[in-house]
């Protein structure tokens, strides 16, 4: 039985990948993770300047799910470098480097710039829903996630991550469109919404932010649908994010059309072991179901 | 999920310590610990000093949340998540030797409590800077367990530090340390208990942002163990050759030499 | 303890309406709504075709919550007028009468077509999401939404509710252009996504319609943070739907800004009676924290 | 949840007729049902033939769907989700009486298993168009059962309804009525039984969509219970003064008479 899978080239031992933004902060955590059976793992975004993030609480334990906005706290993308570096160097696993800026032109040079690293991925965050003075999300206009893939991929030759938000009217127009610029895969789906939740004895939003985004198990039908639209609308493969916490839960995401999986918010619940757990779960479900390949899975619920 | 509880009691300890019995009950495990959330201000993480029966929360006032803490009166309501951490206290030896710094006693007082339901020998070292930083622990601990006072300017017990208290008991048939207190007294306290062939954990205090193990914030290198989630309690061999006692990572998770 | 509000001059008993599309089919099932506690019943939306929706299944179970891809089946306009006139002689609470139409003219046509039946409020459903026909939304653009509002304004005399989609980039923009254009309150959420679900096993999507919107449990943060954003940026009230099984929830809805609360889901494991468990938690709450009217609760989480 | 299901068997019970074993167990009562779904085709409801063991799924086959699950053989899969509906068959009486018109004998079936089990007295009266409509329940009744067969025509068994076959078997004891088949004949066995003032549960079949108590699709006037909620099992007096044996609703929702 063959759990490889590819991404543009590059082979993954198998379809989990660690989502951005969790456990990701240091190189040994994304080593843990990596050593833990994660087929990829990504760090969380990296940033232009310095940032603390929001103050606590930056996330709501729901019941079937997290909000967070924990607000893109970085180190500064000199340190981020470092860390990043020592990632690639210590892991034998593709490493993904998620990335962010505040303007298309920035895009590119922190492109650019976290290259250094050589990562195998770089992933651009354009749907980051949490920091306000970034206003809307680049990933919400077809046009701009298009002109940031173009600076991007003229700025760097690792294959390139489009990382998409669901939060949008049609996903499928903004997947074209950054295809057509050039970018080699596409990440679906970052966090849904925002939400908010209230403490009713005080009034208070809970999150320092006030809304966060929302992720785990109540965003999967979500997810599953953008795949299924995206790997609909372009030829380039995708990665499936949002609310994976089973073999079955990343079956049914390969089946919308996804190549690989990332998986976040059931670190929660499962800790780290989830990469094995998923894929274990997954071989048991190739075994009943006799399929031998990853292959035979992806893409299996269109036409 | 966070849940309001009204503060049902509050007792100053000296002149920044205050300990708040919240009207709350939990299981939970010594060492455990859980986030205290005001709103509108922030949200922080605190151990818990006492867990039968109502909780009880010792806060040290260091910055601007715990001075707010300090303002807070019987009545209030504070928001309250957990009990969290997988690493936690265990009684393994007949005679445990509690070491502590300050308020560092704090998660180490329910540990101290279940010893001594349990039968077993209990020693407390407990230091601070000067007489004014020690915790009035006479009463609270009882006659069963030894008590060790030491101030680095000898204002009150004996003259050093906690550590050297400790190397001086060690003879005494101690054969299980647990620790909590600045990470440079505990580093010692590491060292000692190494050389000494002792059982010993160690808590760990890293800048936390989820508390559950998610945001990867409280990552220690090299084993990436997370402090909210394999912590805050650690055995010592699992901080031989980390980061501990050396380093750690502020908010925007720079790193900070300690 | 009192639990009136009020909606654009009409008063309800309480704050708890029947959503749109949920039992609301019959002047029957409307009335037993009523009977049962709610404040005011809101009819399944009314269509200027007969359909017979799609194929079932339109229903998958999710553990937080539904997908639904009914598909607005409608016996026509004309028995569905029956129906309403029905509702509105023999129910003793407001009648709200839910409608859609396929262009900007039709919404016109069909608002002064239901308002023959005297409802105490009409609701344009601006924002179904599962009739692939209808193309996407109306309520996706506030210039759209803007427009239907005053087409149907200027075909009725009867207090309008305009219900909003929360798959949009800006729910804001649409409430303040919908605001702007007339409406007299505005109801939020409809349903999210959509969402898909894959039966592995098959590889099906399970909906007839492969998608479908989510609602219940796994919406309200999305619902509570729509509302809070809409009462911030208008004036006319807002019914606050989406995940409200509770008096907890209610309370989250009315503190976030909402002046009244829409049930749909949580009737599927409350039953009807959910409208007087609501109610009575929401008198508990209400007891137990002092608060002796609605007014002090509604947008309290405001600033 | 829809789970696909494996067909263990199927058995032909008469040219339009079969009866599906599933690989499937549930805990459900007689008189609920099950939504069957054929990926890319429909999902309709059924209820239970048998609750024991792997259940059983006895259809006629009437139009596109039913025509569909004639060709399933043993080894295919089919979604399940259920079991539905909190109105249900409840044994009242010491001697029931069991109404059924054709393929309306299915879920009466396990109804007949409880009663026997219980000890309880049991008539069935299964009628049918003509003799190649009826099913064969001799071997499945078992002795203990007193079966009565009707045909419209005089096919086989008595010429009449099973209603009519009702009015005879009344003196002899029945004190709860069951009854299962076209509304019409059922409308007749309601009237029969509250004329004998004799317990009687009816089921309803209405056209459903959600079949969880959500779409409304399935409410009866004036009551507006729900058929798929609140029955499919209901008694009699639920059902006088309401649409029943009148009118019904078809998929758009508009009213047709019956
Ligand atoms: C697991 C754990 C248990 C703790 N238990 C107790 C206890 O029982 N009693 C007690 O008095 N203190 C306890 N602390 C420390 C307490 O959380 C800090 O004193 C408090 O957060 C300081 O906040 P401040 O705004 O008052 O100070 P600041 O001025 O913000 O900071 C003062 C110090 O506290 C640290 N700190 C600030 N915010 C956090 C945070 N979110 N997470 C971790 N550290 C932070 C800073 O790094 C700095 O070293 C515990 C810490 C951890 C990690
Ligand atoms: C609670 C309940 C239990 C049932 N149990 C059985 C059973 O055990 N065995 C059996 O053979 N049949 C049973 N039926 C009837 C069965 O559901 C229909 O025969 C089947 O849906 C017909 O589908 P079709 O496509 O073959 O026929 P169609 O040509 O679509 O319709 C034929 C008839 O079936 C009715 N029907 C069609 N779709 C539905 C639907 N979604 N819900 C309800 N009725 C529908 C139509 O109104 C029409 O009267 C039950 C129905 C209900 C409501
Ligand atoms: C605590 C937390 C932090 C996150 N930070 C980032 C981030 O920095 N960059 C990013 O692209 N996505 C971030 N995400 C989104 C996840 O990568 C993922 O897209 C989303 O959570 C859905 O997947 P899940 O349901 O498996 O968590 C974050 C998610 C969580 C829960
Ligand atoms: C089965 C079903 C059918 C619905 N049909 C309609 C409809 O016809 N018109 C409409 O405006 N909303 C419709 N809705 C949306 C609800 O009115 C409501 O906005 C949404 O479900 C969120 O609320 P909830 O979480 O309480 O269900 C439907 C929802 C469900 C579950
Ligand atoms: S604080 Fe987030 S992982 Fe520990
Ligand atoms: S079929 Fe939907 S309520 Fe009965």
Avoid at chain 1, 101 to 126: Q, R, T, V
């Amino acid at each position: 039985m063959k759990l490889t899978t590819k991404l543009a080239k590059i082979k993954l031992d198998n379809p989990t990948i660690l989502a951005s933004g969790v456990l990701g902060v240091t190189a040994a955590a994304l080593n843990r993770a990596s050593k833990s059976g994660a087929g990829a793992v990504t760090t969380k975004s990296i940033g232009p300047q310095r940032r603390e993030g929001h103050d606590n609480p930056v996330v709501v334990e729901l019941d079937c799910g997290l909000l967070n906005a924990v607000g893109l706290s970085c180190p500064g993308p000199e340190e981020s470098l470092r860390e990043l570096t020592k990632a690639v160097k210590s892991i034998d696993k593709p490493v993904i480097a998620s990335f962010y800026g505040k303007s298309i032109l920035e895009f590119g040079h922190m492109a650019e710039f976290i290259s250094k690293a050589k990562p195998d991925f770089i992933e651009a965050n354009i749907s980051c829903p949490n920091v306000g003075e970034f206003g809307l999300p680049f990933g919400c206009s077809a046009k701009t996630a298009g002109k940031i893939t173009k600076a991007v991929k003229n700025s760097t030759d690792i294959p390139l991550i489009v990382k998409l938000t669901p939060n949008v009217v049609d996903i499928r127009a903004i997947a074209i469109e950054v295809e057509k610029n050039g970018a080699d895969v596409i990440c679906a789906i970052n966090t849904v919404g925002p939400g908010m939740k209230i403490d009713v004895t005080s009034g208070y939003p809970i999150l320092s932010n006030k809304t966060g985004g929302l992720s785990g198990e109540c965003i999967k039908p979500i997810a599953v649908r953008c795949v299924y639209e995206i790997s609909e609308s372009v030829d380039i493969p995708v990665i499936g994010v949002g609310g994976v916490s089973s073999g079955i839960d990343a079956v049914e995401m390969l089946m919308a059309g996804a190549a690989a999986v990332g998986v976040g918010t059931a670190v929660w619940h499962h800790g780290v072991d989830v990469f094995q757990k998923i894929t274990g779960e997954l071989m048991d479900f190739m075994s009943e179901n006799n399929y031998s390949s990853l292959d035979e899975i992806i893409g299996r619920s269109h036409g | 999920m966070i849940e309001m509880v009204k503060i049902a009691g509050v007792r100053e300890e000296n002149p920044t310590v205050k300990t708040f019995t919240l009207d709350k009950q939990i299981d939970a495990r010594p060492g455990q610990f859980c986030m205290l959330w005001i709103p509108g201000l922030d949200e922080k993480p605190f151990g818990f000093a006492k867990l039968n029966g109502n909780i009880e929360i010792m806060v040290r006032s260091v910055g601007s949340y715990t001075r707010e803490m300090m303002s807070l009166d019987e009545g209030d309501l504070i928001g309250f998540r957990g009990p969290y951490g997988d690493g936690q206290f265990k009684l393994k030896g007949k005679h445990i030797c509690v070491v502590s710094g300050g308020v560092g006693i704090a998660p180490l007082l329910p540990l101290v409590d279940e010893a001594l339901a349990d039968g077993r020998g209990v020693s407390v070292i407990h230091g601070a800077k000067t007489k004014q930083e020690l915790i009035p622990l006479e009463k609270r601990l009882g006659d069963d367990v030894s008590l060790t006072l030491t101030t680095d300017d000898g204002s009150c017990g004996m003259e050093g530090t906690a550590c050297d208290a400790l190397r001086e008991l060690l003879d005494g048939g101690v054969d299980q340390i647990c620790a909590c207190g600045p990470e440079p007294m505990m580093k010692s306290v590491l060292d000692v208990a190494l050389d000494a062939k002792i059982y010993c954990q160690l808590t760990l205090e890293r800048y936390l942002k989820c508390g559950i193990g998610v945001c990867g914030h409280c990552s220690i290198d090299e084993s990436a163990l997370m402090v909210c989630r394999d912590g805050p309690v650690f055995e010592a061999k699992q901080l031989v050759k980390s980061e501990f006692g050396r380093y750690k990572r502020d908010k925007s998770g720079a790193i900070i030499d300690l």
